[in-house]
């Protein structure tokens, strides 16, 4: 058994909390932004305006 | 189920599931997780004695009647707050509490150090009929309670409840509980050593609703709110200087 | 309903169901001496009410159409009779609970009528009752319309809305017995909160296995916002009420969190449950809903995947500003208040998405009613966003904590941004449904629309009031240095904002009354629409790039 202090704890929560957020928010960001996903979001965008009413099967 | 794993979109689906629960969990976890290790910095109470039989179904009935909706038990580190209601409220005082009753709202009082401000008397007939002891009250009458048997058959068993979560009730205490409960609103019978024997000499014993014929719902919410703040005096003790509301006008 | 059914299914549910029944009966007996007994009989006669129909139904003619070809939508259509029941109830008790604090003698002589019972049953009666099965319903429809797949379940949708109800069920009348956790909108007793989680499973398992049917790689973001929802408030709801009961025939439980832990983790629940289940799921509606009725695509469709990424993360840590000042550690708080004030981000792109997709329809917005609806939700969830954030900020968290203030807040959200997106999206949703031309009454809309802004700034303006006038009486001191009021000085103050409290939520659920009224009579009485739209075959999908 290996003990974890909260001060070990707390430090670890307040450092790597931060840099996970940065480290997910690029992802994101990333994400967003990658040209080749253009496309999909924009079919995405215009698709649900289409007044087809029933499944593709 | 595993054909869920095969399809290629079906995986782009579990993946997005992944996705949102370690962007949700992360949260939690970096706050939540060093609080399994407060302990080490919660405040000292060895004289911290824990809810007798009675004062623990006062409890469950306070938790049973949503009062938590309108009165917090939770003292801010409030210039104002403190004095108003008493010394600020500290980690440890919670410590046995289950659920804790900090409540979010104050139609009514903070009721943290309500114990001992009134008498048995006077919480009773409050309890009874709110505006009869303060026009203005909205508060709604409890008169049902001291119509109605507390049911003690099953202390026990909530003492063995809690003691499995690891409150320090010993085996005597559950063993004893129903006959404590009995003890506690009854002065003069013989079950009333019991209590003060387990409990500690300065556990209140009364007749708390004024009748010393039956035990009531009554008895055991009086003898709840008598004890609130006093199971230990660790906030009389130690507690810093208060915080200045930040924009007060004095 | 039961037509649809196969026989093997129709066999799976009355299995189902005489399980339940089964367990009712067992809850009854071994609790027979608490509350956990009446709890069993109501489980009992909830799922006989619901065998009945399956036993009758049973030797129907079995479905010979292709059922995939058609889009499953029984299961939503009682889905929105059953929130607009909900909605009704919950709103009516929120207007009693409101009348009490005016009038306290405003109940009987009775356990069951106080303030203290009656209040949970109002937030648990708007928030799971109405929105629950709002979210349940519209989730149902949006993520088969935009994954153009049938729901992968004949029989999972009418577990999951009727487990879900019977969920709603046993903590309502839990409350008026006397069962409850005592632990804010997760009052429910543990038994519960276990069929919940079954409940919640199967809905998980029933939403993936449909986005799992779509053609297109991508998943449209609404779908995003849903599953989201599902899977946080699984979360929240798990760790949050872990408890040990008393005994198997016992209602009460006891929580495994202690003390400080318990509010720790009870508000990282109670925020969350603002963030997942108030939140999300309803965005989710709005990024549907709203350029459907408006006929116009999402203004960004980025700036929608980046909020929902901001809101997902940002939520999670800003459950500690509901305990400022407290025994909580400080840096917990901080932490807390730093995330609310971020959490403004992506909140307002999300709002400000909706708004700037209804630029250059502004017309629209003028004459349709439903528009509207959507176009205030987005408006008071940038409201109250912004509230919320300024609120979680310490030094106003000590003014407002404690107070009206914070109810104030909370039903500039809940009346304004989540009824309201409700609303507009059922109006969308109901002619559409049941294929009628439209809505029974625009001008009932229209008369709908008013009363519920009326009631919601009349409710909002009568809560900042007296929230701040009670935040100032508490820490006002005279010259000589004493605190210049008594706690009852402050509550003589409150009266006419109680007052003009309840009058506001009474207006809201007139709103609702008329709006119950309307879907009536659009199933009723207005004429089927035209055909044209279903008969169009349907076209191939582009299978991805």
């Not at chain 2, 004062?55 to 003292?75: P, T």
């Not at chain 3, 099965?133 to 153009?148: G, K, P, Y």
């Amino acid at each position: 058994m290996f003990e974890i202090s909260h001060e070990t704890l707390v430090a670890f929560a307040k450092s790597w909390g931060l840099f996970y957020l940065m480290g997910f928010f690029l992802c994101v960001v990333a994400y967003a932004f990658w040209p080749s996903n253009r496309k999909r979001f924009d079919r995405a965008k215009t698709s649900i305006l289409d007044r087809e009413d029933k499944p593709w099967k | 189920m595993p054909e869920l794993f095969h399809r290629k979109l079906e995986r782009s689906a579990i993946g997005f599931v992944l996705a949102i629960i370690a962007a949700a969990s992360v949260g939690g976890i970096v706050e939540i997780a060093p609080l399994f290790t407060i302990d080490e910095t919660v405040e000292e109470a060895p004289d911290m004695r824990v809810y007798t039989p009675l004062e623990l179904a006062g409890r469950n009935i306070y938790v049973r009647e949503g009062c938590y909706a309108c009165h917090s038990q939770m003292i801010r580190t409030l210039r104002d707050e403190v004095e108003r209601y008493g010394p600020y409220s500290l980690a440890v005082e919670s410590q046995f509490d289950r659920p804790m009753l900090w409540g979010s709202k104050r139609t009514g009082p903070d009721l943290a150090r309500v114990g001992g401000k009134y008498s048995d008397f006077w919480h009773v007939a409050h309890l009874i009929n709110p505006r009869d002891v303060v026009p203005e009250s909205n508060m709604p009458a409890y008169a049902f309670l001291a119509r109605t048997e507390l049911r003690t058959s099953d202390l026990g068993q909530h003492l063995a409840a809690q003691q499995a979560l690891g409150v320090p009730y010993t085996d005597e205490m559950i063993a004893n509980a129903p006959r404590d409960a009995y003890g506690q609103a009854f002065p003069d019978s013989e079950a009333a050593s019991g209590v003060t024997e387990r409990y500690g000499e300065a556990t209140s014993v009364s007749a708390f609703d004024g009748v010393a014929t039956r035990l009531t719902e009554m008895d055991a919410l009086v003898a709840y709110l008598q004890v609130l703040g006093r199971l230990t005096d660790a906030a009389f003790r130690d507690t810093a200087a208060t915080e200045q509301a930040p924009d007060a006008e004095d | 309903m039961i037509r649809q059914l196969t026989s093997s299914e129709r066999q799976f549910a009355a299995a189902i169901l005489l399980l339940a029944a089964g367990v009712g009966l067992a809850m009854a007996a071994t609790g027979r001496h608490d509350p956990l007994g009446v709890h069993g009989v109501i489980v009992l006669l909830f799922s006989g009410t619901l065998l009945y129909p399956v036993l009758t139904g049973f030797y129907e003619p079995e479905p010979k159409e292709d059922r995939e070809a058609s889009y499953y939508d029984d299961p939503i259509k009682v889905g929105i009779v059953l929130t607009m029941a909900w909605a009704v109830f919950g709103m009516f008790m929120g207007v009693w609970v409101a009348a009490q604090l005016a009038w306290p003698d405003l109940a009987f002589d009775a356990a069951w009528s106080t303030f203290g019972r009656l209040r949970p049953t109002h937030t648990s009666g708007v928030i799971f009752g109405f929105g629950g099965n709002a979210l349940i319903a519209t989730s149902f429809h949006v993520v088969q319309r935009t994954s153009r797949a049938r729901l992968a379940g004949q029989f999972s949708p009418w577990f999951v809305l009727f487990g879900f109800n019977l969920f709603c069920v046993l903590a309502v009348s839990g409350y008026l017995l006397g069962v409850t956790q005592s632990k804010e909108y997760a009052e429910a007793e543990w038994y519960a909160d276990i069929w919940l989680v079954i409940v919640w499973v199967t809905y998980f398992v029933l939403f993936l296995r449909t986005i799992a049917r779509r053609r297109e790689p991508h998943i449209y973001v609404a779908n995003w916002y849903f599953m989201a929802f599902i899977v946080v408030v699984a979360i929240l709801h798990i760790v949050n009420n872990l408890a040990v009961p008393v005994s198997w025939g016992h209602a009460k439980s006891y929580t495994i969190w202690p003390g400080v832990q318990d509010a720790m983790v009870q508000w990282w629940y109670g925020h969350n449950a603002v963030a997942f289940f108030l939140t999300a799921g309803f965005l989710g509606m709005l990024y549907y809903y709203l350029p459907v009725r408006a006929q116009r695509p999402i203004f960004s469709y980025r700036l929608s995947i980046l909020s929902f990424w901001g809101i997902t993360f940002f939520y999670m840590w800003a459950g500690s500003h509901h305990l400022h000042y407290t025994a909580l550690p400080h840096w917990v708080q901080t932490l807390g208040m730093t995330f609310s004030v971020m959490l403004l981000v992506p909140s307002w792109a999300s709002a400000g998405n909706a708004l700037l997709t209804l630029n250059g329809a502004w017309h629209r917005v003028r004459d349709d009613a439903t528009l509207r609806f959507m176009m205030a939700a987005a408006v008071f969830y940038g409201l109250s966003t912004f509230e919320g954030s300024f609120m979680a900020i310490r030094p106003v968290n000590a003014l407002s904590h404690y107070t009206d203030w914070t109810v104030g807040h909370v039903h500039a959200g809940a009346l304004g941004w989540v009824a309201l997106i409700t609303f507009g999206s059922l109006y969308t949703l109901v002619p559409t449904l049941w294929n009628r031309e439209r809505m029974y009454s625009a001008r009932l809309v229209e008369v709908h629309f008013w009363l519920a802004i009326a009631g919601t700034l009349i409710y909002v303006f009568a809560m900042w009031n007296s929230g701040i006038i009670q935040g100032l009486m508490w820490r006002t001191y005279t010259e000589d240095g004493a605190l210049a009021y008594s706690f009852v000085d402050s509550l003589v103050a409150m009266y006419p904002y109680y007052i003009a409290r309840a009058f506001g939520g009474f207006l809201f659920l007139i709103g609702a009354v008329v709006c119950c009224y309307n879907i009536w009579m659009t199933v009723r009485s207005v004429p089927l629409a035209k055909r044209r739209e279903r008969d169009v075959p349907a076209a191939v999908a582009v299978p991805g790039e």
